[in-house]
């Protein structure tokens, strides 16, 4: 089955960036839409970004647009969120997370691969 697992967090200042990366093994990316989530405690999983690989389409929540920028590296069956202009609200568990084709109905309950989650933590 399709594995994941991310890598890339760590503590930044405000305004600083981080590259985080979601390696896929067992299967291509090319039939999965890949999405970032985030979480902070006491809060719902929240979409940040995700990627219909079919067609490349991107898709961002409004909160990270203009910030964020999710891409894919085929040869390395790999997708990737740069994270700029990063703010201490951004601070979360971030995850990785696989479904088959399709970006739509962008919620948590309809992902059924995860990746073992990172922590970025942005200081002020």
């Known amino acids: 089955q399709l594995r994941l697992v991310e890598s890339g967090g760590g503590l930044v200042q405000s305004g600083g960036s981080l590259r985080l990366s979601c390696a896929a093994s067992g299967f291509g990316l090319d039939n999965y839409a890949i999405g970032w989530f985030r979480q902070v405690p006491g809060k719902e999983r929240e979409g940040v970004s995700c990627m219909r690989s079919l067609d490349g389409n991107t898709f961002y929540a409004d909160s990270v647009k203009g910030r964020f920028t999710i891409s894919r590296d085929k040869a390395k069956n790999t997708v990737y969120l740069q994270m700029n202009s990063l703010k201490p609200e951004d601070t979360a568990v971030y995850y990785c997370?696989?479904?088959?084709?399709?970006?739509?109905?962008?919620?948590?309950?309809?992902?059924?691969?995860w990746g073992q989650g990172t922590q970025v933590t942005v200081s002020s």
């Open positions: 997370a696989g479904r088959l084709y399709y970006c739509s109905d962008y919620v948590a309950q309809k992902f059924a691969y």
